[in-house]
């Protein structure tokens, strides 16, 4: 399978790109997904205000959205999977509050985002048990330990 993910940020959040990005790929080789593409931004609390506001009605900063697509790519030839939008200071808060780093919340970020890609969702509580056994699973094939979202 061929997986890309390309990360997108302004410099003052260049340092996460790399593990944002490896963590994008290890839950879709995780999941066996076909061969595709997705994009990452990394971005600040307005712009994910202004993004959750637009497309879920709330007008609040939130700390991940993802977009899924499912289309084919006619420049990659490949899936697109959908675009996964993280508001680095909303994880930077959230990792100081579970006392990991911010690295890791962006990891689990990424992952979450990925799997809704992916159709996971965790609306229901069977839907969201299977989507945390997912997530974990994939958390530690990167080496990370953390508490999942709530």
Do not use: C
């Not at 066996?32 to 993004?51: C, P």
């Not at 100081?96 to 985002?113: D, F, P, Q, W």
């Not at 969201?128 to 997530?135: A, E, F, N, P, Y």
């Amino acid at each position: 399978m061929t997986h890309l993910a390309h990360v997108k940020s302004n410099s003052e959040y260049s340092e996460y790109t790399s593990d944002v990005e490896r963590s994008a790929l290890a839950a879709l080789a995780a999941e066996k997904a076909e061969s595709g593409a997705l994009t990452i931004v990394l971005t600040d609390r307005e712009q994910m205000q202004t993004l959750n506001r637009e497309f879920s009605g709330k007008d609040i900063p939130t700390d991940v959205l993802s977009f899924p697509d499912g289309t084919v790519d006619p420049d990659l030839n490949l899936m697109y999977f959908g675009d996964i939008i993280i508001a680095v200071p909303i994880a930077q808060a959230q990792a100081k509050r579970a006392e990991h780093s911010t690295n890791n919340e962006l990891m689990l970020l990424t992952v979450h985002g990925t799997l809704h890609l992916l159709g996971f969702d965790h609306i229901l509580p069977q839907d969201k048990d299977r989507m945390w056994i997912h997530q974990e699973r994939i958390l530690d094939q990167l080496g990370i330990t953390i508490q999942s979202l709530e």
